[in-house]
């Protein structure tokens, strides 16, 4: 009976050895900001490289949506495009934006 004794106490302790180690392991990866707010929408997706947040990919914060300048889109703010202070979904559109003489859509 004490070898059973001990062969449970043997399986808790791995169990704690191995949650702490995945603990710190989780704690290198997310960084020091480990805040209560993780929301349960963690859509992954392939993000450009040139993003201002390239130090960690960390889903926590979903995109906000911005709308397309030309065709009224919404997009992740993560894919638009910024130019002249205009956003869009694509390059594309930017460019034709660009293009376009401006005061054409006025109303
Ligand atoms: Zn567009």
């Given at each position: 009976?004490?070898?059973?004794?001990?062969?449970?106490?043997?399986?808790?302790?791995?169990q704690?050895?191995?949650?702490k180690?995945r603990?710190?392991?989780?704690?290198?990866h997310?960084?020091?900001?480990?805040?209560?707010?993780?929301?349960?929408?963690?859509?992954?997706?392939?993000?450009?490289?040139?993003?201002?947040?390239?130090?960690?990919?960390?889903?926590?914060?979903?995109?906000?949506?911005?709308?397309?300048?030309?065709?009224?889109?919404h997009?992740?703010?993560?894919?638009?495009?910024?130019?002249?202070?205009?956003?869009?979904?694509?390059?594309?559109?930017?460019?034709?934006?660009?293009?376009?003489p401006?005061?054409?859509?006025?109303?």
């Amino acid at each position: 009976m004490r070898q059973l004794l001990l062969l449970i106490f043997v399986f808790f302790a791995s169990q704690w050895f191995f949650k702490k180690l995945r603990r710190a392991q989780a704690g290198l990866h997310t960084g020091p900001q480990t805040g209560p707010q993780t929301g349960p929408q963690a859509g992954q997706r392939t993000a450009p490289s040139s993003g201002p947040r390239a130090s960690s990919n960390a889903p926590q914060l979903p995109d906000p949506l911005v709308r397309c300048a030309e065709c009224g889109v919404h997009t992740p703010r993560g894919e638009s495009v910024v130019a002249a202070g205009h956003r869009f979904c694509s390059i594309d559109h930017a460019q034709r934006h660009a293009a376009r003489p401006a005061g054409e859509d006025a109303r």
